[in-house]
């Protein structure tokens, strides 16, 4: 029966790990964002895989969306892997009561450090504000990331096609069960981030909904040439070009595969991620993301 490995990536972080596992499970790669507008997702026969980066700790709103189109995955063998640049965090937890839901089992989730490609949030006394900036991992970090995941591909894939269960890799149970139980998120956190990027309405929307609106943070700089990648690489089309320059729609997954894979280094998010160094996968080319 053959495997078939769900992926979701912005950087390449998840698409390098699904690609690895899919060589050597011999499994096919389908892209989670090119099954997305499907009412429903039936996979095949065989074991299912779900690839996907870990954001504030828990899923992206488009793997949520996804494993709730998911139908017939009773009796089914379901693994996941999660790339994280912080924590893990419950990911895999949430994922595991997610599949439940729908009738299936999470036999097994792993957890996988990758370079951090997101944002942090900066006090600049001078200024007395909070901002955003981009974090790098340095190179040596990167390669050190790079080669424990080597070693570690041979244990997962060995546990997999064993078809044992029971390995759900998170951190940090007890403080994350907490700020789940007092809505912290929701309550503190979705203020604190829409603030730092800038929205300035109101919103009803739950914490892991509400980031979409983030993107009014976007902007491009005099660099822009109007190429259009970040529309095309844009995985849920939330990026139109109007007279040759992006506009962000509100739907945004803060994936930041836009501003990451600008040639130019022209996207910008706020004003504190100008001339910081970009990340992405150095094995995961554009086309590779583009299809």
């Given at each position: 029966?053959?495997?078939?490995?769900?992926?979701?990536?912005?950087?390449?972080?998840?698409?390098?790990?699904?690609?690895?596992l899919s060589k050597k499970l011999d499994a096919r790669l389908v892209s989670i964002s090119a099954m997305i507008d499907r009412e429903w997702i039936t996979p095949g026969v065989g074991p299912l895989g779900i690839v996907f980066p870990v954001y504030h700790g828990g899923l992206p709103l488009i793997v949520r969306k996804f494993v709730n189109k998911l139908v017939q995955l009773e009796h089914r063998y379901i693994f996941a892997v999660c790339t994280y640049g912080d924590s893990p965090g419950l990911a895999i937890a949430y994922l595991a009561d997610m599949i439940r839901q729908h009738g299936g089992e999470l036999a097994a989730g792993f957890s996988v450090h990758m370079p951090y490609n997101y944002l942090t949030p900066v006090f600049y006394p001078r200024e007395l504000s909070l901002a955003f900036t981009l974090r790098f991992n340095p190179p040596e970090k990167q390669q050190a990331l790079f080669a424990?995941?080597?070693?570690?591909?041979?244990?997962?894939?060995?546990?997999?096609?064993?078809?044992?269960?029971?390995?759900f890799e998170t951190r940090d149970e007890k403080l994350n069960h907490l700020i789940d139980r007092i809505h912290l998120k929701d309550s503190f956190g979705k203020k604190v981030w829409l603030k730092i990027a800038g929205f300035a309405g109101q919103t009803q929307l739950p914490f892991i909904e509400s980031r979409q609106l983030m993107d009014c943070a976007f902007n491009y700089d005099e660099g822009c040439t109007g190429c259009g990648i970040c529309a095309k690489i844009c995985p849920v089309d939330n990026i139109v070009m109007v007279t040759e320059r992006p506009v962000w729609q509100g739907r945004c997954e803060q994936c930041f595969a836009c501003l990451q894979w600008c040639p130019k280094e022209s996207l910008q998010f706020g004003n504190k991620t100008t001339g910081r160094i970009r990340y992405h996968h150095p094995e995961v080319k554009i086309s590779d993301i583009l299809g």
């Open positions: 029966m053959t495997s078939e490995i769900y992926y979701f990536t912005g950087t390449g972080n998840s698409l390098a790990v699904a690609r690895d424990s995941w080597q070693q570690r591909l041979e244990n997962i894939t060995s546990f997999i096609n064993s078809g044992r269960a029971g390995v």
